[in-house]
């Protein structure tokens, strides 16, 4: 990965025309070329405030609502297929973090998406790097461009509190200005529309972080008191257990911040927890938020939903 504060070789000096959207609202793979080449130019000769002279606000705006529109209908874990008897390729991408040229070298060489070849990027597109922005747009139209072929999973970075501390909200604001502000809520937007997970060919389980736990009602344990009134305590309530699936696909997902404590723990699990080496699992102390797993809990995980790699 190259350094966020490193910019990449001056290319042609001549400014591009600024990109339109199509006139029918139907994105090509010409105007994802033109977008590309764009966004290339913008990065390595612009300033970044004059990426409205590339993109401009009207446009980079009716692309994040059309994107918002189509995450914002998806479940919270995708069951993708790879294609036809299982045959089509899937590329699975990690962080990015705002490295628009390594994304753009990726998809050039791994071959753009296709009905034969599919992409799963695994959250984590913005801050740390100085090209956040267009990263998450490029992607967004490739979205909006093969939705059925491009599928872009929530990180833990993609939120109100990370954005907000590692570099993503000053970005926009430097590169949009006075229309920063509508910008910068239109992509927590489709942050909150981002799937959690997928599961691909039946077999493989991705998410940004990991493994999370059951939030099922712990019954109610009933006793008599003095006078012979009722009394109702939770038990076993800090006892951690593994979630399942229809847990995951009932979570709230379209939290900006997913919360530590409360019922809705699975958005955070999902995001934030880690691997361990130790086996069971206990709260992340050091993130603050998630769970570490064990490789029990990965194998337990595999066994009880039928999978074969996580």
């Known amino acids: 990965m190259s350094s966020p504060s490193s910019s ?4 042609s000096p001549s400014t591009p025309t600024p990109i339109s959207y199509p006139l029918d609202g139907t994105l090509t793979l010409d105007w994802i070329r033109t977008l ?20 401009p606000f009207q446009v980079l705006n009716r692309l994040l609502l059309t994107a918002s529109n189509i995450l914002h209908r ?12 299982g045959a089509g390729e899937v590329v699975v991408v990690g962080d990015v973090h705002g490295q628009i040229h390594d994304v753009m070298f990726l998809l050039e060489d791994a071959g753009f998406p296709t009905e034969e070849r599919m992409f799963v990027f695994n959250g984590d597109y ?46 926009v604001m430097v590169k949009y200005g006075d229309q920063g502000q509508q ?11 981002l799937p959690l997970a997928s599961i691909i060919a039946g077999c493989v389980y991705t998410a940004h972080g990991g493994l999370f736990r059951s939030v099922a009602v712990t ?28 847990e995951l696909s009932k979570a709230r997902r379209t939290v900006l911040d997913p919360p530590w404590e409360g019922s809705n723990l699975i958005p955070g699990d999902v995001l ?6 130790n086996p069971g699992l206990s709260p992340n102390r050091e993130r603050g938020i ?13 066994k009880k939903n039928n999978l074969k790699i996580t």
Do not use: M
């Open 8 to 11: 990449p070789p001056p290319s």
């Open 36 to 55: 590309t080449s764009a966004l290339n130019h913008s990065s390595r000769n612009l300033p970044a405030s004059s990426l409205p002279s590339v993109l």
């Open 74 to 85: 998806e479940p919270n874990c995708l069951h993708l297929d790879a294609g036809d008897g």
């Open 126 to 171: 913005v801050d740390r790097g100085a090209w956040g922005l267009e990263t998450f747009v490029l992607l967004l139209a490739w979205k909006v461009f093969l939705p059925d072929r491009v599928f872009l999973l929530r990180g833990n970075h993609e939120s109100k509190y990370c954005t907000a501390v590692y570099g993503f909200e000053q970005e």
């Open 183 to 193: 910008v910068y809520r239109k992509c927590l937007r489709c942050f909150e529309g």
């Open 219 to 246: 019954p109610a344990k009933r006793s008599k008191g003095k006078k012979g009134r009722k009394i109702i305590s939770q038990v076993g309530t800090s006892i951690l257990k593994l979630g399942s699936l229809e």
């Open 272 to 277: 934030w927890s880690d691997p361990s080496s």
């Open 290 to 302: 998630g769970l570490l797993f064990g490789p029990d809990c990965t194998e337990e995980f595999l």
